[in-house]
């Protein structure tokens, strides 16, 4: 009898896990109704270009391909309203893409071309979805990822990495309305002030102090992250060692105890600089006490039906990935395909 007890509680344990795993497609109603057909031969239009989460308020961001407004989810996920004023253009290049403040929510978001010498838009948007400028590009095919100077409110300082041009990097000092080409090369933007601006290649972190005119190698790390994520006054990245971080302006970068393996996307943060979420190869990890520990919380999930069949790829990270701290909430989607949540 005890024997059977036994079973049946593993059994019912084995359910509940499976069932706490299951991913829920989110953006089916939505995309069903999207008519757009600005680029009909394009077989990403109207499908998902990038999904991010605003750690403040755990509301949802998605960009679509193609010619659409921006759209917002106040519910986790079950309904979705169009931002107004608010229409980018192009395609989004997942996660990276969409660059964000954790303190103010605020979001960067970089766009491509959907085909040559086509047009794409990007935008930066406040906590409440208002357009603080947009993003254009000069004749090129858009911006894969970049990084805007989070330290000024409405920003004009914007760093760039030139789509195809795989290791060329722009800056702006007018909030996107002109292009200077930097003597530099590198496919991983960021930027910590308006003078200060870092990057990262194979051989380790690089930072230059006048605007990207000189450039010094102050880390060892190799960087996987596209783009640095700013926290208040400090700066994270993903590497090949784990999660690496810096609190003197990129000055000296140092590895975080709770070494991560294959870190990619992230952090996410939470409602503190305590909570952060980090996916790797693996799959997905929170800590709860700033990178001093993790703990596993999901395998690695690909979403379906998506761009290079949503698999871990460091060249070309296109899916996107986001975390709602107060909701207990992580979400996933693959560029092309669908928007995914998972309740933990």
Known sequence: MMQLRLISILILLSVTSAKAQQWEPITEELLASVKDTTSQ?????????????????????????GAHPIYISKDQGETWEPLKKAKTIGRSYGSFSANIDAVTDRVAIFMIVQKKGAPAKGLILNHKGKVLTSIGKPEHDGWTWGMPDWQQRSPTTILGKEHHAWVKMWLSNDGG???????????????????????????????SIDK?????????????????????????????????????QGYSWHILPGKLRDALWGPF????????MVVCKDGFYISKDAGMSWGKVAEYFAPPNSNRNGAYNVMHPTNSYGWDAKNNIIYAAGLGGQAYRLKL
């Open 212 to 248: 990207g005119k000189n450039w010094e190698k102050v880390a060892p790390y190799k960087v996987t992250g596209k783009t640095p994520i700013k926290y208040q006054d400090h700066f994270y990245w993903t590497t090949t060692a784990g999660l690496v971080y810096t609190k003197d």
């Open 177 to 207: 309305a002109t292009w200077n080409l930097l003597d530099f090369e590198s496919r991983n933007p960021g930027v910590i002030s308006e003078t200060i601006l870092v990057a990262g290649n194979d051989d380790g972190i690089y930072r």
């Open 269 to 276: 943060f939470g409602k503190s600089e305590q909570e952060m």
């Open 41 to 65: 031969n394009d077989v990403l239009n109207r499908n998902v270009g990038a999904l991010a989460v605003l750690p403040n308020s755990g509301n949802l961001i998605l960009v679509l391909n």
